[in-house]
């Protein structure tokens, strides 16, 4: 049977047990119907079933890496454990879980451990199982998992009649049996209308309870599962009279010694003794005594070897948990530096534009996308004579200025960078043309005062702009010989690459035709 199979036979556990049992039986032997088996068994109550398929099923998976059905077997190894009364065995089995369901990334098997591990915890560290079943509560309402979304609520619910929080607790019962999938398992049935008659009755509501109290009836009276009838009969026989309360109970610890499960024994057996020792019987109401106080210890061993592997289990988690923020916040420090240092190396340190790094990526990217672009370079005239006029912080100051009024008049699909020196570039991807936003550069340029530092400081620009195309390089060495023309013949102007007019700012005049001039390399000064 293939993968998809056996995750369509386990699908169908809770919704369809029956058909999940035929399919689980189609292969003998199989790890996986072992499994499956194994979970419809310890569901029904049947636990005497359950250890013969999943010891050999789990110790043939530990041989190999983990995968989802390790996690599955773990989990019915742990409910099975706890059902025995070897709550510190089932709490080894939840931790190997996680770990599991951590290793493989699968939220779902971390998510249902650490929910069973929180109703293990109850007692221990309400605190935290409360905020560990919210955890998987949130997740459970996302995903597939039928039964775990009212079983989160039922021990939510549990831990608010804890506190004394009962109302809280009732709401958190009423959403449990509110899911669609509750009735389909009889046992998280009965688990949630018990846990609603019981709450009612502290409440002083009880009447309000007939609804539960017919259907645990039903339960009770038709449903072979033993854990069914006792949950079902406990929540009912509290107000009956002794003698209906010995009819009810007496034949219930035999189906729970017979498959050792030794959950409900102690209370059990307590409330027998109660009723025969209001009916007179003192011998009877002894010997249940005595079974009550044995199956008591018993249960009090178990719980003290639980609570301290509680606490050790507790503490491993929460520091597992702290390593991983840490991880996690390192993680996220590590990726902030590489943002900034990335930003940093691409980033021109002076004007804040992109620098040639950034430039020449970006314009390789469009070239591999086939994009077509525009390339201006765009000169500041007579840049030297101000840095020896005015010193190297005004010379600075103009560079900062005029990066802004290029950023600020540039669409904002354009790069906008610095080229080097007192050279700026523009590239424009797509057919737009990017000569009239150059001009609008050139006058904003020429409008710049710097009166508070050089009062007769006036700052133009020579902008050489290509055709558009593809080859960057191409473009490049166009726009750089349109500038070095538009030097060539007055400066102040906007020219385009194969036009013989130029756009002039100061005079409004038109310049003679352009000069075809020499080839320069790309990155070579134009200062004056």
Request: negative net charge; aromatic residues 6%.
């Amino acid at each position: 049977m293939n993968t998809a199979f056996w995750e369509h036979a386990w699908a169908a556990r809770d919704l369809n047990p029956a058909q999940a049992e035929q399919w689980a039986r189609l292969l003998p032997g199989a790890l996986e119907g072992q499994v499956l088996l194994a979970y419809l068994f310890w569901r029904i109550g049947q636990l005497s079933a359950v250890k013969p398929l999943l010891t050999p099923a789990l110790d043939t998976l530990h041989q190999h890496p983990p995968n989802v059905w390790t996690g599955r077997a773990l989990n019915t190894a742990a409910c099975l454990a706890y059902s025995l009364n070897q709550a510190d065995e089932a709490l080894h089995y939840l931790e190997e879980q996680i770990q599991v369901g951590r290793t493989l990334g699968d939220v779902v098997t971390e998510a249902i451990g650490l929910h069973d591990l929180a109703s293990m915890l109850r007692f221990v560290h309400p605190e935290r199982a409360g905020h560990y079943l919210r955890e998987a509560l949130a997740l459970f309402k996302t995903v597939d998992e039928p039964l775990s979304l009212p079983l989160a609520y039922i021990n939510l619910g549990d831990l608010e009649q804890d506190r004394g929080h009962y109302e809280a607790a009732l709401l958190c019962y009423t959403q449990a049996l509110h899911c669609p999938a509750v009735t389909l398992r009889p046992l998280v049935e009965a688990f949630t209308l018990s846990s609603i008659v019981a709450t009612l009755d502290r409440l002083g509501r009880s009447a309000e309870g007939h609804f539960a109290e017919n259907r645990l009836q039903t339960l009770a009276e038709t449903n072979l599962n033993p854990e069914v009838q006792v949950e079902a009969w406990l929540a009912l026989t509290r107000r009956m009279s002794p003698q209906d309360v010995i009819a009810r109970l007496a034949p219930l610890p035999a189906l729970l010694e017979d498959e050792e499960n030794h959950q409900y024994l102690p209370v059990l057996y307590s409330q027998l003794s109660a009723a025969y020792e209001a009916e007179g019987n003192f011998p009877q109401a002894l010997v249940t005594l005595r079974k009550s106080v044995q199956y008591e210890q018993t249960a009090a061993l178990g719980q003290r070897r639980y609570v301290a592997r509680a606490f050790e289990s507790l503490l491993t988690l929460e520091e597992t948990r702290r390593q991983n923020a840490a991880l996690q916040e390192h993680a996220a420090v590590l990726e902030r530096l590489n943002r900034q240092m990335t930003q940093l190396s691409q980033t021109d340190y002076l004007t804040g534009l992109a620098n040639r790094l950034a430039l020449f990526h970006q314009a390789e990217q469009w070239q591999e996308d086939g994009t077509v672009v525009t390339v201006a370079l765009l000169d500041l005239d007579n840049f030297k004579q101000i840095n020896d006029t005015w010193g190297h912080t005004v010379g600075d100051l103009v560079l900062q200025r005029v990066a802004q009024v290029l950023q600020q008049q540039a669409a904002s699909s354009d790069l906008v960078a610095r080229f080097g020196g007192e050279e700026f570039i523009v590239v424009r991807p797509g057919s737009a043309a990017l000569q009239p936003t150059c001009q609008i550069m050139l006058e904003a340029v020429r409008q710049l005062s710097f009166d508070e530092v050089a009062p007769d400081l006036q700052v133009t620009v020579s902008v050489g702009v290509s055709n558009a195309g593809v080859q960057f390089a191409a473009l490049l060495e166009q726009a750089d010989q349109t500038l070095y023309r538009v030097k060539r013949t007055g400066k102040n102007a906007v020219a385009s690459s194969g036009d013989g007019d130029q756009s002039r700012s100061a005079s409004g005049e038109t310049a003679p035709p352009a000069l075809t001039g020499s080839s320069r390399c790309p990155n070579a000064s134009k200062s004056s």
